[in-house]
């Protein structure tokens, strides 16, 4: 079979350049609002969360570090600084690390004491990626290399990623976790191009296809996190909230997502105790220890980030195209 010509190549990145900027600038926000009659969420019952106490671990967390495992990065022995700055993001060393999100540890636990209505609560907040409805990290990256899946999760492509962390700086929360030493640009200029791979939850994106649960909720001994249809998810977090007068996080921020919280504190309260934990970090500007900001919106939604993402969608596009040629001329050949 021949290589692919010239002009199919530059046919194929024109088409990709177009759909993405359909997609960001909401050209497909119907299809969009047909597909997420199908996708899945969690509801995560705070008042039901002990943090596994009896455990030096969350078994949730366990659950995922196991089945994780071998998607974790297998990075170089040399890894060089982000060239021209003598900075990198190496996580190689701390791999058992599980109190907050890294490229080896997709979720975590965080604790914090809530003084409410005159009583002082003590809640855990399971954490990792809220898989958002329209995820910024995703229509935002420059390299393609996100995408919101069918079933819902959102998905970061290992073999596209170039670690420019554009996702973890739109994200509210910070998630996704850059690893370096790995990826795309090792191929291509390690020494100057690049950073790594970013890793985040993809809510087990491969038991879910095969009609499994995610391992956090298979785990969760107190039936703290609940997995099923994603209105189902809704509906059954609205139901608690009001069944104990309290809060929902997740419904609305970021313009709504997969991931339905309640809490029997205010959540203003939470992140107020989280940002307090954080200042008190080692590092205290350190990623992987995300707050709960309640209200925060999609920054797809502002002027920047709608004319941001016209300007990122052609070349997203290119560069998925290229990266789909390359592999194609390459199986070719072999």
Not at 135 to 141: E, K
Not at 162 to 179: M, S, T, Y
Request: charge should be positive; hydrophobic fraction near 35%.
């Amino acid at each position: 079979m021949p290589g692919l010509s010239r002009r199919e190549f530059l046919k194929r990145t024109v088409a990709a350049g177009a759909i993405g900027g359909m997609v960001l600038s909401g050209a497909d926000k119907l299809g969009a609002a047909e597909a997420a009659a199908g996708q899945f969420g969690t509801f995560i019952d705070l008042t039901r969360c002990d943090g596994c106490k009896d455990l030096e671990t969350p078994r949730c967390v366990s659950a995922c570090r196991r089945e994780k495992t071998p998607q974790f990065p297998q990075p170089a022995e040399h890894i060089e600084y982000y060239w021209p700055r003598k900075k990198k993001e190496d996580w190689s060393g701390k791999k058992q690390l599980t109190n907050r999100l890294t490229p080896y540890n997709w979720s975590f636990v965080q604790t914090v004491k809530v003084e409410h209505q005159g009583e002082v609560r003590e809640i855990h907040l399971p954490r990792r990626c809220m898989h958002c409805d329209n995820p910024p990290c995703a229509n935002l990256c420059p390299f393609g290399a996100q995408s919101k899946s069918p079933e819902g999760p959102v998905l970061i492509n290992k073999e596209l990623c170039l670690g420019g962390a554009k996702c973890r700086d739109v994200c509210p929360w910070g998630i996704p976790a850059r690893q370096a030493g790995v990826g795309l640009y090792m191929k291509i200029a390690p020494k100057y191009l690049g950073a790594g791979v970013m890793y985040k939850c993809d809510l087990c994106y491969s038991r879910i296809t095969a009609g499994r649960p995610p391992a956090c909720v298979e785990s969760c001994h107190k039936k703290a996190v609940v997995f099923g249809e994603k209105e189902e998810m809704r509906a059954l977090a609205h139901q608690k909230a009001r069944k104990i007068g309290g809060f929902i996080y997740g419904e609305t921020e970021n313009g709504g997502t997969s991931t339905f919280y309640v809490s029997p504190v205010p959540f203003t309260k939470i992140h107020k105790q989280l940002m307090d934990q954080k200042a008190e970090q080692p590092v205290p500007d350190a990623p992987g220890f995300p707050g709960m900001p309640p209200g925060v919106s999609n920054f797809l939604n502002t002027a920047n980030g709608a004319a941001l993402g016209m300007l990122v969608a052609p070349v997203a596009g290119v560069v998925a195209a290229g990266f789909a040629a390359y592999k194609t001329i390459k199986g070719e050949k072999q």
